[in-house]
């Protein structure tokens, strides 16, 4: 006969509190959604109930894939084993030269660490690196999430609005003093030139005074760089690591210049040295334990993006004049409506303060970024996001505009017609108008961006007789 006793009546259980299954980490019950995902999705859905939507709150390159990368990516594609962790060496190596062609940084490919995007590399970094992290404010969306995932503190750092959202060495120097007040101890600061969500990119002799500061405080850089490649014209890029090579650390990727944000890679350009080596020995370490390596085809595809390439070149340069001539058209439209918006340097972002409309907003039950955001969602079927995404205060009155989407020829072409449209208005790029210049010719007719101007025309007119 079975003498055994159920398990819940047994002394042994009595020890122990049991509880339902999959209770979530205490430190992770109130976690939510990238919001830059959230209002993509949001958007998706609306569109799928039949409400048309200006998608201005997801930035994403949509020009349609070169034909170089898809035949590599063809070629590629029976390439099933295990790419080694940090990356194939002949990606590494063209990665390597790629950003000495580019941004003027020697580095060799063992300072070369591939991922699947340059995402879970940041956050990798996060977890391997010391200390507390300075994040000037406003600043990307994922940053603060990462940071806190990692168990560090978010010390942020005031920019300067009327400037470009400049980041001075005052502005570190009090955050610094004031994290070391809290108990907080900065040890990275993290810098996203040019940047999501404010399109801005820091001036050259910012970046020099930046990586003198970061040196006399033995603050490691991280330089995220993703948008580095569709710089506007009027201001050039430069990489902290330039001027801070043994602490500055590159991360970049396919998404933005070559269009690619779904194949997922991304690079991470360690210091060289004795430092600069532990640090790959323990992000390779992680890395192989959490991804084991980026997609192998992908990568073998990823070596022709960094390879020389004249066609190639071409159209990452007519990409980025076509980001910059959208971009810009929509500033415009802003700066005439008395709109406040710092000037677009590179990428695809607007960052509009509406503080001037404040006491109207109130009338219509505003007073948040987040409340403005979804006013204009509701009401005007315009997405964007609050600046309380990227950092900011709750009553801040910025939103962050993408104006990727506004490059669309036309909404309701079937996929292969509106690639067909895409390549032709690459193929025109070059005599598009030049951001900022007087006497340009008329640009290409593009009726999202022409929707767009209308709609904030419409917007601002209303919220003028509200006042």
């Known amino acids: 006969m079975d003498q055994h006793t159920p398990l819940q009546a047994t002394a042994t259980s009595q020890r122990f509190e049991f509880s339902a299954p999959l209770e979530l980490a205490e430190a992770r019950r109130d976690m939510v959604s990238s919001p830059t995902l959230a209002i993509n999705e949001a958007v998706s859905r609306r569109r799928a109930e039949g ?21 590599a990516l063809a070629e590629a594609i029976e390439s099933t084993g295990y790419a080694p962790v940090a990356g194939v060496l002949k990606l590494r190596q063209a990665i390597a030269g790629y950003m000495e062609r580019t941004r003027g940084i020697s580095c060799s490919a063992e300072q070369v660490v591939v991922g699947p995007g340059s995402k879970p590399l940041l956050y990798a970094l996060l977890q391997v690196l ?4 300075l994040v000037p404010r406003p600043s990307w969306v994922s940053y603060g999430p990462q940071i806190r995932l990692a168990g560090w503190q978010v010390v942020p750092v005031a920019t300067d609005p009327a400037d470009h959202h400049r980041l001075t060495p005052e502005a570190l120097s009090d955050a610094v003093t004031a994290a070391h007040a809290s108990g907080a101890k900065p040890r990275v600061l993290i810098v996203n030139s040019p940047s999501n969500p404010t399109g801005g990119m820091l ?5 020099a ?4 500061w970061a040196r006399a405080h033995g603050i490691t850089i ?6 580095a490649e569709l710089a506007h014209g009027w201001r050039p890029h430069v990489s902290p690591a330039r001027f801070y090579p043994e602490g500055s650390i590159i991360t970049g990727g396919l998404s933005k210049a070559f269009s690619a944000g779904g194949w997922r890679l991304g690079y991470a350009i360690l210091p060289a040295g004795e430092r600069g080596a532990q640090l790959g020995k323990a992000l390779r370490a992680l890395a192989s334990e959490i991804w084991s390596a980026a997609a192998t085809p992908i990568e073998k595809a990823a070596i022709v993006a960094f390879t020389p390439n004249t066609d190639l070149e071409t159209y990452v340069r007519r990409s980025a004049r ?13 700066i005439e409506l008395g709109v406040a918006c ?5 990428g695809f972002y607007l960052y509009p303060d509406f503080a001037p409309w404040r006491g109207a907003l109130v009338n219509l039950g505003v007073t948040t970024g987040q409340q403005l955001a979804q006013y204009l969602l509701d009401e005007w079927a315009i997405a964007t996001l609050p600046g309380v995404a990227f950092g900011e205060e709750p009553d801040a009155l910025r939103l962050r505009l993408s104006t990727s989407h506004l490059s669309i020829v036309s909404t309701g072409s079937a996929p292969k017609e509106q690639a067909a449209e895409l390549w032709q208005l690459l193929a025109q790029a070059d005599a598009l108008p030049v951001p900022g210049e007087v006497g340009q010719p008329v640009g290409p007719d593009l009726p999202e961006l022409a929707k767009a101007q209308l709609r904030w025309r419409e917007v601002i007119g209303y919220f003028n007789s509200l006042a």
């Open 51 to 71: 409400k048309e939507t200006l998608h201005l709150g997801f930035g994403e390159a949509i020009f349609p894939l070169h034909p170089a990368l898809r035949q």
């Open 130 to 133: 010391e200390g507390d992290v």
């Open 203 to 207: 001036a050259e002799e910012d970046v």
């Open 209 to 212: 005074v930046l990586g003198a």
């Open 222 to 227: 991280i330089s995220d760089e993703i948008y």
């Open 322 to 334: 076509i980001h910059g001539y959208v971009t810009h058209a929509l500033y415009q439209t802003l």
């Open 342 to 346: 710092p000037k677009p340097a590179a």
